[in-house]
């Protein structure tokens, strides 16, 4: 669940969150273009540290937590695979703080995005407003079926069922009581919600508009100029200079 | 032509054996508070869906007659375009509210609309204040009680302007003390307003007192209609399964083993200046007083 | 303690997010009666009714169902003894068939195919729900449904009984009905407890009342007393019961009635003298 949970939007203003969404669109191709271009570990340590260092100071230290316990299961099996594929340390930790760094930049940027900016960006990019609308509902929904969740298992273990009793097979048949509540509920939820939007014009209009605007602040001027310059330093190194063939960790210790 | 006129309405859902409503003729005037009431799985709902085009257009079925709204047959408009002529209210407000918070959600509709900006944050700015949101508007849902939800959406659905207000039980979910409240408040949206309500209802004894009309629904036909005070004397509203109000009730019970009474009293108030003899019984309204 | 079924003491409970939801509460109940907890949403009912099977373990404090310790027990073994019916049937109903979703709980108390289907003819009997027996319990109406979930739990053959919010949602009728089903629980030996904020559906049901607001108790007492006391009912945002709400515009202060017949016979006989 702290996976899931690690994507959602959080109503709280922080001083991140009021960044204009094509600001935090920069911020995250900063990190994503970043970590792609780089194979080896120091590389990644150094987007990596960088990057919890801003989910720090912005206020995103339980998202950090969440994610990074979240993925940890994923984030093994990354370094194992490589570690068999390339037996190689150096570049197995790395593509496991990529997968890392992928991760936590990308809830940094959903938790902090309301996702009406979501579709303001959509909008902007010339993109469907369904892509950006189902996002919004998603994120609306899933505390809603949290919490729902939570009612199921309490009413069926009140009736008896223990989920962690058996051998596996029986264990996966335990949840069966909760998964069917829950598919049943789903299903009618969406039907009401279905009947929502059609109370509320929901595509009525093709020229459907947007109360909000988009805007840069000062802070955003400073904040895209500045991952803007990082990012093409980045491209420019992994091009030209070729620096991760210099800057490995064994050429760092050799160094010293 | 009345503001809704549903003639000689028969629809069955797909899949169903029997016909959910049966012959339904119905005519509602602008301005009116119609209270429909009937026992679970009646048709009221299914009634309602028929006003605001959910049904033929939403959900498949075999409907003979027609629904005209405000002069239009509902047959040849889209629902999203008789969204702003008729707004529907539903039973659980979890399931309506669309957005995260309660600003976004009263822009939600007006944006559907492709309203210009300037005039959606007008219209925003002057509903949360009519409805005295200030202090919840930025608030997400779930942080919401199930009374304040209801209030945003029937805010948020006010805020496209419809004529008409349907509302489906929308005090189910709700505690006593709440669902009162979204009952006054449907008042006040009807009289300083003037906007037609039609209200499905299980809590009578709240409702009646503010219809002009009640509609008894029983087994998909329509069995009774009138005003509150000659409807819930009826015998058959009981023994279909509606609940009278108690005033109606103790005014029964009085004319027979007291003596006549010159008015059917449909709240506290009235039963108390009818049985002090006081004649201005059927005007006043509870001097219970809500503020939200 | 003889008699006394349910013990809860000095309850304090937090949510791992959030405040505290129950403030240190205290309750007795005792065997075969029924009580009633009344209060507003967020009052704290909710929590305070998963303590009783051991859904939720104190933060401080304890709760003793029939002498035991409920953090001492698990969930499945205290839902033998405590029936807890939550106030969305849809939360529950999951079976194939009606017939079925009865015997889930029975499946779950582990007893042998014989004596299931003997405890499933006789509920399925005694609530009326034979016809529904090879039925889709998804397909049933709403009231259908409820009774359902009261009847699958009681099935179970708890002493106690736990109804969360049983009129939600429910049609005049159907509440009718709720009340005669409680009223025969009762006979047959059942403590019953009823979480609302119905105050209305208890003029049908004698009970002793216990108020709760904010997570702790702010009045208890028999229900005559409670209900015709408006300074605490309003403090719980609550609201009289309609006939309370009649009899106190028409005698001047809040006055019990049973029912309407008797607040008729109540004012005849007051403008006799």
């Known amino acids: 669940m702290s996976f899931v949970k690690a994507f959602l939007f959080e109503p709280e203003t922080k001083t991140f969150s009021k960044l204009d969404p094509r600001t935090k669109i920069i911020f995250l191709t900063f990190f994503w273009v970043s970590t792609l271009l780089f194979n080896r570990m120091i590389i990644q340590i150094i987007l990596f540290t960088s990057l919890v260092l801003i989910g720090l100071i912005s206020g995103f230290k339980e998202k950090i937590k969440d994610m990074v316990k979240g993925s940890l299961i994923f984030t093994s099996l990354i370094v194992v695979i490589n570690y068999f594929y390339y037996s190689d340390v150096d570049v197995s930790l790395g593509m496991g703080l990529r997968f890392l760094v992928l991760m936590v930049s990308s809830s940094i940027f959903f938790a902090s995005t309301p996702p009406e900016d979501l579709g303001l960006i959509f909008n902007y990019f010339k993109l469907p407003y369904s892509l950006s609308f189902a996002l919004e509902t998603a994120s609306r929904f899933i505390p809603t079926i949290a919490l729902e969740a939570q009612e199921i298992i309490d009413a069926q273990r009140s009736r008896g069922l223990e989920l962690d009793k058996g051998g596996f097979l029986k264990r996966i048949k335990n949840y069966i009581p909760i998964l069917i509540p829950l598919i049943v509920n789903a299903v009618q939820r969406s039907l009401e919600l279905a009947e929502s939007l059609e109370s509320r014009a929901f595509g009525a209009s093709n020229k459907r508009t947007y109360s909000k605007k988009l805007k840069f602040s000062k802070l955003d001027y400073l904040f895209s100029i500045g991952m803007g310059i990082a990012l093409a330093v980045m491209i420019y190194s992994a091009a030209f200079l070729k620096i991760e063939e210099i800057v490995t960790l064994h050429s760092l210790i050799k160094v010293f | ?292 | 303690m003889p008699g006394k079924v349910i013990q809860v003491i000095n309850l304090h409970f937090k949510y791992s997010f959030g405040g505290e939801v129950i403030k240190g509460l205290n309750l007795e109940v005792e065997e075969g009666e029924i009580l009633a907890i009344i209060g507003s949403n967020g009052a704290g009912k909710t929590t305070l009714i998963k303590h009783l099977n051991g859904l939720l373990k104190p933060t401080k404090g304890k709760v003793f169902i029939y002498g035991k310790d409920t953090e001492k027990h698990s969930v499945a073994e205290l839902s033998k003894i405590v029936g807890l019916v939550f106030q969305n049937p849809d939360h529950q109903i999951f079976a194939e068939t009606v017939e079925k979703e009865i015997n889930f709980g029975l499946e779950n108390l582990g007893l042998d195919e014989r004596a299931r289907n003997e405890v499933v003819d006789r509920i399925l009997k005694e609530f009326e729900l034979e016809v529904y027996r090879t039925t889709s319990p998804h397909s049933l109406s709403g009231g259908e449904k409820k009774k359902l979930t009261i009847a699958s739990v009681v099935a179970m053959d708890p002493k106690i009984l736990v109804l969360d919010e049983p009129t939600i949602g429910q049609d005049y009728l159907q509440r009718l009905k709720l009340v005669d089903l409680i009223k025969r629980l009762k006979n047959e030996g059942k403590t019953v407890l009823i979480v609302t904020h119905d105050l209305d559906f208890l003029m049908d049901i004698p009970c002793r009342v216990v108020v709760l607001h904010n997570g702790i108790k702010i009045a208890e007492g028999n229900r005559e007393d409670i209900l015709c006391q408006e300074e605490i009912l309003n403090k719980a945002s609550l609201l009289f019961p309609q006939l309370i709400e009649i009899s106190t515009k028409v005698f001047g202060r809040p006055v019990w009635v049973n029912n309407v017949e008797d607040l008729g016979r109540k004012f005849i006989n007051g403008v006799r003298g």
């Not at chain 2, 009263?106 to 009519?130: C, D, M, P």
């Not at chain 2, 805010?155 to 709700?174: K, Q, R, W």
Request: proline residues 5%.
């Open chain 2, 1 to 292: 032509m009345e503001q809704i006129e549903v003639r000689n309405v028969t629809f069955k859902y797909k899949g169903s054996k029997k016909p959910s409503l049966k012959n339904i003729d119905l005519k509602v005037k602008r301005g009116d508070f119609v209270l429909i009431i009937g026992p679970t799985g009646c048709g009221k709902t299914t009634l309602l869906r028929t006003m605001n085009g959910l049904i033929p257009h939403f959900y498949e079925g075999d409907m003979t007659g027609d629904v005209y709204v405000e002069g239009v047959n509902t047959k040849d408009v889209k629902t999203s375009e008789l969204a702003q002529k008729v707004g529907l209210v539903f039973q659980n407000p979890d399931n309506q509210f669309i957005t995260l918070n309660v600003e976004r959600e009263i822009s939600f509709g007006l944006e559907n609309l492709g309203l210009a900006e300037e005039e959606i944050r007008g219209i925003v700015r002057e509903t949360i204040k009519e409805f005295n949101l200030e202090k919840i508007k930025d608030k997400p849902p779930y942080a919401l009680s199930g009374g304040e939800k209801q209030k945003v959406i029937i805010a948020a659905i006010l805020a496209m302007n419809p004529d008409i207000l349907v509302l489906d039980e929308p005090t189910a979910n709700l505690d006593p003390f709440n669902a009162r409240k979204i009952i006054d408040l449907l008042h006040i949206i009807n009289k300083e307003k003037g906007k037609t309500i039609i209200l499905v209802e299980h809590r009578t004894y709240y409702a009646a007192r503010y219809a002009n009309r009640v509609v008894v629904m029983s087994k998909g036909e329509k069995i009774s209609e009138g005003s509150p005070r000659e409807v819930f004397l009826k015998e058959i509203i009981e023994e279909v399964g509606v609940f009278v109000p108690f005033p109606v009730k103790l005014y029964k019970f009085l004319t027979l083993n007291w003596k006549p009474i010159s008015t059917v009293p449909l709240t506290a108030e009235e039963t108390f200046k009818l049985l002090r003899g006081s004649n201005d019984a059927g005007k006043s309204y509870p001097s219970h007083k809500f503020t939200f």
